[in-house]
């Protein structure tokens, strides 16, 4: 199917667990084929079932024990599709940076990874953030930015400003 790709991905960040991810993905289509009578066809079907990945996921997390947030995530494998008009040296580059990022995003905290992943990979507002994480406006605002905080100084290398982990 043409956006399984993108829902594993966004269950992948979301879970951070491959495995977690391939069952979440089969989820969302069982799902999504029973609520398809919900379905606006004049909006964009990766909208739809960004929401219904993101409820899902976010259920799952919610429901996770802290003996399971103990555990290290697997790996994640990645399936990066690489333009043609680069050249090997740019897409090993821009591959690399991608990992690091990812790497980077992964490690964050589940309270600022979230509203990240949420807001720049499904594209969602701050009032659908905080709907799906029954938190309000400004408290999504301050997450996303507390989250860009962390994410640059893991990315650079900065010591920490002092933010809850």
Not at 121 to 133: D, F, K, M, N, P
Request: proline share 5%; hydrophobic share 35%.
């Amino acid at each position: 199917m043409e956006h399984r790709s993108r829902v594993f991905n966004l269950c992948r960040y979301l879970l951070r667990s491959a495995d977690r991810a391939e069952d979440a993905t089969h989820e969302v289509f069982l799902r999504g084929q029973r609520g398809l009578s919900t379905y606006d066809p004049s909006k964009p079907l990766w909208n739809w079932l960004a929401r219904i990945t993101s409820h899902y996921c976010i259920d799952q997390l919610r429901r996770r024990t802290l003996e399971s947030r103990l555990f290290d995530p697997s790996p994640a494998d990645d399936s990066v599709v690489e333009s043609q008009t680069l050249s090997p040296l740019d897409r090993f580059l821009k591959a690399e940076r991608g990992e690091t990022v990812r790497a980077a995003l992964m490690a964050l905290p589940e309270r600022y990874r979230v509203p990240l992943v949420l807001a720049y990979y499904c594209e969602l507002s701050y009032a659908e953030i905080g709907t799906l994480t029954g938190n309000g406006r400004n408290t999504v605002g301050t997450m996303l930015f507390r989250g860009k905080q962390l994410l640059r100084q893991r990315l650079t290398g900065e010591v920490s400003s002092g933010l809850p982990d």
